[in-house]
């Protein structure tokens, strides 16, 4: 089970911290990512980790995002900077439950979501 938490209604500019906590998914062999989905619109690969910490990002989000986990915590975090209104969206996190497995850009290959946490970001 993964649970999200940190969304909230900001400005241009502001930055944001999202955190996803999980159990029964293992933070240190799992990989982590996290999607974003608007109404009518494809989820979208935002960043993920894979279980030696190394971060992937979507084109999008590059320079302004960073992903980061705690495994001690089992928590995976998403520090959001330089925040656009583009960048409104529900994010939700996602796992892909085989050990050592490589960070995917598919949401098909994740198969534990949480319900997502909502953000968006005012002009």
């Known amino acids: 089970q993964l649970v999200e938490f940190g969304g909230a209604l900001v400005q241009t500019g502001d930055s944001l911290r999202l955190s996803c906590v999980g159990s029964?998914?293992?933070?240190?062999?799992?990989?982590l990512a996290w999607f974003r989905q608007s109404p009518g619109k494809e989820r979208e690969f935002v960043a993920g980790?894979?279980?030696?910490?190394?971060?992937t990002y979507g084109d999008a989000v590059k320079g302004r995002f960073t992903v980061s986990k705690d495994e001690a915590k089992a928590t995976m975090y998403l520090v959001m900077s330089s925040l656009k209104p583009e960048d409104t969206a529900m994010y939700l996190c996602?796992?892909?439950?085989?050990?050592?497995?490589?960070?995917?850009?598919?949401?098909?290959?994740?198969?534990?979501w949480g319900r997502g946490t909502q953000v968006t970001v005012g002009s």
């Open positions: 980790i894979n279980w030696r910490g190394t971060p």
């Open positions: 029964g998914v293992q933070f240190d062999v799992d990989a």
């Open positions: 996602a796992a892909h439950t085989i050990p050592w497995s490589v960070v995917s850009v598919y949401p098909a290959d994740y198969d534990e």
